[in-house]
C-alpha cells in the first residue's frame, strides 16, 4: 500500500498543461476559473511534487510567494538548484518517493508531464480531478507524453464552472 496520488489540473482542450513558451496566460483569464474548488482539494492534501520546469513556471508566474506553504513541498531534478525553503529537493525516481510515503497520506503530482509519465506508467494515480478549458494551443507542454501502458479510468463527475469543465476520475478497479 502506497500513499494516495491524485493529479489536480487545467489543461486546454487539445490537452496542454501551457503554451509552447510554458506560459499559462490562456488559463489565467478565462470566466470560472475562481469557480473551480481548488480550496476544498488543496486542504485535503498533505504532500505536492513537481517537476523542476513546474516549479520554474509556477515560481516565474508567482515569484512573491512561497508555494504552498502549508504543505511539504517536494521538486524532482536530476541536477542542484536553489528552491525555497519550504521545498526540497529530490533526485530519486518519483516512484521509489511515493512507495516511501506513509499509507495515510495524500500527494498532488501538480506536474507536468514528464513527472506523470512514470507514476501514470506505474497505475499509481488514484484520482484525477482535470479541468478541460475551450481553447485550442496547437502546441504546447502536453499533458499526456505517449504511454507503454493502456489504462481505463472510471468517470466520477462532471461539473460545470464558467469556461471550465472539471473532470473527475479514478483508476478503475477492474
Known amino acids: 500500500m502506497t500513499a494516495r496520488v491524485v493529479f489536480y489540473g487545467a489543461i486546454s482542450l487539445d490537452g496542454y498543461l501551457a503554451d509552447k513558451t510554458d506560459h499559462l496566460e490562456w488559463l489565467y483569464h478565462q470566466p470560472g476559473g475562481e469557480l ?7 486542504q485535503a492534501i498533505d504532500y505536492t ?23 511539504e513541498n517536494y521538486v524532482f531534478s536530476h541536477s542542484e538548484f536553489l528552491v525555497d525553503d519550504n521545498i526540497q529537493l529530490v533526485h530519486k525516481s518519483p516512484i521509489e518517493f511515493i512507495n516511501d510515503l506513509p499509507d495515510d497520506k495524500t500527494v498532488w503530482v501538480v506536474g507536468g508531464g514528464a513527472l506523470l509519465k512514470p507514476i501514470i506508467e506505474a497505475k499509481l494515480i488514484d484520482e484525477w480531478w482535470i479541468q478541460i478549458v475551450p481553447t485550442l494551443l496547437g502546441e504546447g507542454i502536453p499533458l499526456f507524453l505517449p504511454q507503454q501502458t493502456p489504462q481505463t479510468l472510471q468517470l466520477i ?5 464558467g469556461q471550465f469543465v472539471q473532470l473527475h476520475l479514478k483508476k478503475s478497479t477492474s
Open 36 to 42: 473551480v474548488p481548488y480550496e476544498e482539494f488543496y
Open 49 to 71: 511534487m513537481m517537476g523542476r520546469r513546474t516549479y520554474d513556471v509556477v515560481k516565474r508566474d508567482v515569484p512573491e510567494e512561497k508555494l504552498y506553504p502549508e504543505k
Open 157 to 161: 463527475d462532471t461539473k460545470q464552472y
